[in-house]
Each structure stands twice: as structure tokens, then as C-alpha cells.
């Protein structure tokens, strides 16, 4: 496998500086940019899945493509969607703590 160098991130890169000029009042992600995926900007939201939905509704990607998975025991809900902007591959990620149910005492609860 050829090195990469840092001229080829130049896609995520400038998919970045248009995202800021565009959308500067959206919450701020965590940033990664991935020399083994040289065309993809991650944007991942934390504790804030209306964050996460202001980015899916800003860019435009299709509420019915994001897949919802769990990890970290069950305690972590996670949200993952593809897009397209300014060239790049937009990989928006989510995390957000699962909430923990109450138990429900035997015999509470609707009656039918």
C-alpha cells in the first residue's frame, strides 16, 4: 500500500471550511479526518441527539437512511448516517447515553 500524504485529505478538508461557512451556528461535532478513508469527514455529536438531527436536517440526508445501533452493554445509543457535501462523504455519528427505566412495581400501571 502506497503512504498517504496529507494532500490527500484535501476533500474532507475543504468539505470542512464549507460546512463552518455554512452552517457556523450548528452545534460543534468532534471532528476526525481518516487517511484510509481519504474522502470521508466523521462528524460525531455527543450527548445531544438534537444535535445530531439539526446536522442530519442541515445536509439533507434522509431521516429513514440512519441506522440506530446500541453498543457499550446496551448503555450507549447510536446513531449513524451517510452524505454527501461539497464532494466528501459525510459519516455524522450520534451518542447518547441509553436511558435508564424505572422498574415498575407488580400490579401499577394502566387497567384495562
Known sequence: MNARILSDLTLPVTALVALEAKFSHLPAPNVDFCPV???????????????????REALNI?????????QGGGGTRVL??????????IELVGFTPVPVLEPVAAGSGAVS
Open 37 to 55: 478513508y481519504p474522502d470521508r469527514l466523521r462528524l460525531s455529536l455527543h450527548d445531544d441527539l438534537g444535535a445530531f438531527e439539526a446536522w
Open 80 to 89: 449513524k448516517v451517510h452524505g454527501r457535501f461539497a464532494g466528501a462523504d
Open 62 to 70: 434522509d431521516p429513514a437512511a440512519v441506522v440506530h445501533r446500541v
